[in-house]
Every structure is written in structure tokens, then in C-alpha cells.
């Protein structure tokens, strides 16, 4: 089983048939970045779990109805009566996103440490869940602990630099989980705001040298790239795709990849460090696949397996 730490909200997205210059309804979207990564990979046909603090609130009961109903194993989730977080959601022509959260006192905050089942094979964090305090700690212990372990850990920093109060502590925060990273995934974007103003590809390499077997960047309809641990740098195209909007592209990209390496047998740190081009190419082929599944529909509404298959 892969275990899936971190929030699970609701996206309020606008109605993109408003006419210009009026405020139009919001459609809630049932979302967060683990979440949809927890759903995404339920939906491949991959044992997962996902670990996070829910509301009791009626959108926390859709939360957990969709985790049910996309095979996502819920013993790790945990009730409480905060409500929940919502991200109103603003979309470009293009359908790329922009967010502003409203978290103050929410579930996901209050998230409390868990023995993970016997069965984990891997754990994957990132986006609020390792922003939020207190919840943040206890990913970040948890983190630290299955890497101790010996489990797969998967990283997406997914950043909401609103979000981040003090952009400094957190680059060094982020840096010190590395060591611990099996896996990172980062947009371009998320990227360049990590390296600080460092150049990117420096960043990349620095980022993998301290500690992940592979860092995989996605740049949006130019592809995915990967950088390996020996230092090659393999890339795909994007998959063309009807953009709906682009809410859980990224998200689906994490699934994906973890669902191709569990399929082949690759989900460790060596079974990554042993991949090679053309399996490479493989996985960010099947991740671009999916993705664009996601983009072609409105909110984060990752693909079945048969979809992409």
C-alpha cells in the first residue's frame, strides 16, 4: 500500500460560462494536492491509503465518500468538528489556476500521528500538509521516520508561497528533507521559486545529489522531464489535450508515476536508480497520459486505469 499524507479541501470554482466582468456561482470541487493524489492512484487500480484530518462537516462527508467510492483505503483518517479548508479558485484563459485559501482553524491543521499498516511500501507528502502547523510536524515526523524505515518516500512541495509566511526557513526546511526523499516531483514553476534565484538546472542537481533517486519536473504542455541519479536528463512531450482547466494536472503526474513504479516492481530506491531511458520514458509517458485526462475536465477529476491503458 502507498500511504498519502496531507490535506484534503474543497476548490470553489467559478462557473467559466459567466459572462465577462460579472461574478458568477462557485462549484465546489472536492480536492487538495495528497487528496487527489490518493484518488488518482484508487482510480489506477493501486493500493492506497490516505492519511489526513477530515471535517464532520458536510464537505468532509463528500471528502470521504469520494475516498471510498475511488477505492482509497480511509483507516488512517481522522474526524474532528474544525471545518473545512476551501480554496477559491481563479482560472486564466489558458485554465491555469490560481488560489487563496481560507484555512485559519480548519481539520486539516490537526492532523494526529498514526502507526502506518504493516503494509506501506511507500509514503508520499507535500502541498499544505507540510505548510500547516501543527499538522506540518507531524508529516515531517512521519516523513523522517518511514525513511528510517526503509519505505519509498515521495515528495511534491506543490508551493502556495501565499502561504508560506517566511520563504527563507521553509527553502531550508525543504532542503532538509531531501536526504530523507526517495522521489521528488516538482512543477517548473514550484522549481524556480525553491532555487531562490539560483540557476534551475544547478538547483535540480543539487536537489538529487542530496538525497533523491530521481527528480521529476513537469513544465505543462511542453512535457515532463527527469533527472536520474546518474546525472542524465531524460524528457517526454505533453500529451495534447482539450484544456477544461489544469486543478490536480500536477497531482495526477505524482500518481501516475507512483502507480507505474508499483506496477513495475520499481517502487524503491533501487528499483528507481536502476531505471533506465527507455523505462524512464515509459513512466513520464503514461504520467503525461493521465494528466491530460485530468486537464480535459473540470476540477481534479484524475482518470481510471482504463483511460489510460
Known amino acids: 500500500m502507498i500511504v498519502i499524507g496531507g490535506e484534503a479541501l474543497v476548490d470553489l470554482v467559478p462557473d467559466q460560462s459567466t459572462a465577462d466582468g460579472e461574478l458568477g456561482p462557485l462549484h465546489p470541487r472536492l480536492g487538495g494536492g495528497p487528496y487527489n493524489v490518493a484518488i488518482a492512484l484508487g482510480r489506477l487500480g493501486v493500493p492506497v491509503g490516505f492519511f489526513a484530518r477530515v471535517s464532520t462537516d458536510q464537505f ?51 492532523v494526529e500521528d498514526r502507526e502506518l499498516p504493516a503494509e506501506t511500501s511507500a509514503v508520499a507528502f507535500g502541498t499544505l500538509g507540510m505548510v500547516l502547523e501543527p499538522a506540518a510536524s ?82 505543462g504542455a511542453e512535457g515532463l522531464s527527469v533527472l536520474t541519479a546518474s546525472g542524465e536528463l531524460f524528457e517526454v512531450p505533453g500529451v495534447r489535450a482539450e484544456v477544461a482547466d489544469t486543478i490536480g494536472a500536477g497531482d495526477t503526474v505524482q500518481a501516475a ?6 506496477r513495475n516492481d520499481a517502487l524503491s530506491v533501487d528499483g528507481v536508480r536502476a531505471l533506465g531511458r527507455e523505462d524512464w520514458e515509459r513512466a513520464l509517458r503514461f504520467a503525461a497520459a493521465a494528466a491530460a485526462v485530468t ?15
Open 138 to 219: 507531524v508529516y515531517e515526523k512521519v516523513l523522517f521516520r518511514e525513511a528510517e524505515r526503509g519505505r519509498f518516500v515521495a515528495l511534491d512541495p506543490n508551493i502556495r508561497a501565499d502561504l508560506i509566511e517566511d520563504p527563507s526557513a521553509y527553502r531550508e526546511r525543504f532542503a532538509s528533507w531531501l536526504p530523507a526523499v526517495s522521489l521528488l516531483k516538482v512543477s517548473e514553476e514550484d522549481a524556480e521559486w525553491l532555487a531562490g534565484g539560483e540557476d534551475l538546472a544547478t538547483a535540480l542537481r543539487r536537489w538529487q545529489q542530496a538525497g533523491p533517486a530521481a527528480v521529476v519536473m513537469t513544465r
Open 60 to 110: 468532509g462527508d463528500k471528502l470521504v465518500e469520494r475516498l471510498h467510492d475511488s477505492n482509497v483505503d480511509t483507516s488512517l483518517v481522522q474526524r474532528g468538528p474544525q471545518p473545512t479548508t476551501l480554496a477559491v479558485v481563479g482560472l486564466a484563459e489558458d485554465g491555469s489556476a490560481r488560489y487563496s485559501f481560507h484555512t485559519a482553524d480548519t481539520a486539516v491543521r490537526f
Open 295 to 309: 486537464v480535459s475536465r473540470p476540477g481534479a477529476e484524475p482518470p481510471f486505469a482504463s483511460e489510460v491503458d
Open 257 to 262: 508515476l507512483l502507480g507505474w513504479l508499483h
